[in-house]
């Protein structure tokens, strides 16, 4: 059952007596009203934990919840829900309904590290805000988002392409996959000045790393590991 | 002069894919730059993608592996500074030296890695460089000033820094060495430019972002941040927007007729790389520096100074 964030239950019971002695003085009204218990129910607490053992999370520890990060962000003002320093509070507080509520703007982050260079506490948060969306990717939480399609096609085409890749392999495995990208009318227009520079031919034909069978191997066998912060 | 050049010891130029594509006139015509003020380089052979913005974020070793063959390649070379052109390779080497050297168990699970691909471990000591910073500090602004053959004099340009040449600076060391820009308000470029006789216009797009890594994922965001970039240079009164990224410069000439539909003609503007225009101004000829495969045609405004 999902919980909206501002209405999780903070305050559990209130024992209210109707006459109330302390230190000798009889009060009543709101004074005589007792909170028994402070919780906050509905989170998980091990997302903390799971995104500080992370290479790309292991600062999140150190947010003061500031909003440097927020107030200068190229994304937040193209879409109000994207907020770094909130994502940090709701990953610490484990809020992970709240973070799959907002999956839509989670992903968009545009990398460029504004965040990250101007925190005082030092938190990289361009890392932290991937490791908070990865942490949702891998608990299987949220659907599979544009940018993640594209980074892994990114990855896809380094590694089937001798690891590198050319503006051109990795355009038409974007525009396999569905992504826009340039319309027939932009490439015959951009072939015309490649062909006088003679670019072409580097385009067409991209170099590979000499072993790179062996490279890939040793990768693929990498991509298994977990990283964990000792 | 030779005190500049002990700033990085041996230099070597990691060229990333991009420089081996469509960035290609910026490869050519940095070197005919570096070799005429006499700060070679060599360059680094079979290296692989660094990763760039995107793989650190699908896996988180091979975002560190693929960087670190790379910089390992270069300490094979005996360098002490790995250059690189592209800002985001710029990054993503960067990225890798500040996390081996920061988190041993990461560095040494990296080095055995990198000894199964048949690579020497890596010691976590190259140093990193951006081509602008090297030229910048290698060369130093009388020696540019010296070279100019063909001064820009009166062509007003708007220096476009972009994202990853100055920011984070946990990884790049911006703002804590005299080698390195400021990196809210760089100005190595400005003065490199004015250098070569340009007037550089006031432009507080300079490090603004234009959703390079969204350039697919979310089109119309990067769009709509190319515009405002242009919009700002051409508030300024700039003729050409020179730039020092690869990635930014290819995302805004390809979107150049999406931009120019959507939010004005009057933005169109012509792009170049700064060492097109040092190399220009140097006194190459517009094919030489492939001036002419801009998609965007910098010579209509260029060819005054012929």
């Not at chain 2, 190259?126 to 060369?139: D, M």
């Not at chain 2, 969204?214 to 927007?241: C, F, P, Q, T």
Request: one cysteine or more.
């Amino acid at each position: 059952m999902p919980i909206p964030e501002l209405e999780k239950p903070i305050i559990k019971d209130v024992i209210s007596k109707e006459k109330a002695i302390i230190d000798g003085v009889e009060v009543d009204g709101t004074w005589n009203s007792f909170i028994v218990e402070r919780t906050q129910t509905g989170y998980d607490e091990s997302m903390w934990d799971e995104i500080s053992s992370t290479l790309e999370g292991v600062t999140i520890s150190a947010c003061w919840q500031c909003g440097t990060c927020t107030s200068g962000c190229t994304m937040r003002e193209y879409d109000p829900n994207f907020s770094p320093r909130r994502f940090i509070d709701l990953a610490r507080k484990g809020d992970r309904q709240s973070l799959v509520e907002i999956q839509d703007s989670l992903w968009r982050c545009v990398s460029c590290q504004k965040c990250t260079h101007r925190c005082p506490k030092g938190v990289m948060v361009e890392e932290v805000v991937h490791a908070i969306h990865n942490n949702l990717l891998k608990h299987g939480l949220v659907r599979e988002d544009p940018s993640t399609k594209f980074d892994e096609l990114f990855l896809e085409t380094v590694m089937n392409n001798g690891g590198r890749i050319t503006e051109l392999t990795l355009g038409a495995a974007s525009a396999k996959a569905g992504f826009v990208t340039l319309s027939v009318k932009d490439l015959i227009k951009m072939g015309g000045a490649l062909l006088k520079s003679g670019l072409v031919k580097d385009l067409i034909k991209p170099s590979r790393v000499r072993k790179w069978s062996k490279v890939r191997k040793v990768l693929e066998e990498a991509m298994k590991e977990e990283v964990i912060i000792q | 002069m030779s005190e500049r050049k002990e700033v990085y010891g041996k230099a070597v130029l990691y060229p990333g894919c991009s420089l081996d594509g469509l960035g290609k006139s910026y490869e050519v015509s940095l070197k005919l730059v570096v070799e005429d003020l006499g700060i070679p380089y060599q360059r680094v052979e079979d290296y692989n993608c660094c990763g760039a913005l995107e793989v650190k974020n699908v896996n988180t070793m091979v975002g560190l592996l693929l960087p670190a063959r790379n910089l390992s390649l270069a300490q094979s070379m005996g360098a002490n500074t790995v250059i690189s052109a592209c800002p985001g390779c710029h990054y993503s080497l960067s990225r890798a030296n500040h996390y081996v050297n920061k988190y041993q168990n990461v560095g040494q699970r990296v080095n055995e890695h990198l000894k199964k691909m048949e690579e020497e471990p890596y010691e976590g000591k190259v140093g990193t460089a951006h081509a602008v910073e090297y030229v910048y500090n290698a060369a130093g602004v009388e020696e540019v000033k010296k070279r100019v053959k063909r001064p820009l004099t009166g062509l007003k340009v708007a220096p476009y820094y972009g994202c990853l040449y100055s920011r984070p600076k946990q990884f790049l060391g911006t703002g804590y060495s005299p080698f390195k820009d400021d990196p809210e308000r760089p100005n190595f470029m400005d003065e490199l430019l004015r250098a070569a006789g340009a007037e550089v216009v006031p432009f507080e797009a300079k490090t603004m972002c234009c959703g390079g890594p969204h350039v697919y994922s979310d089109a119309e965001v990067s769009v709509h941040l190319e515009a405002r970039i242009l919009k700002e240079a051409k508030r300024n009164g700039a003729e050409v927007l020179v730039t020092d990224c690869p990635l930014g410069h290819v995302a805004i000439e390809t979107n150049m007729d999406k931009i120019a539909r959507k939010y004005g003609e009057e933005l169109r503007m012509p792009l170049a790389y700064f060492s097109q225009l040092l190399a220009f101004a140097f006194g190459h000829s517009p094919d030489e520096v492939l001036l002419t495969a801009n998609l965007t045609g910098p010579m209509s405004i260029l060819r005054r100074y012929i």
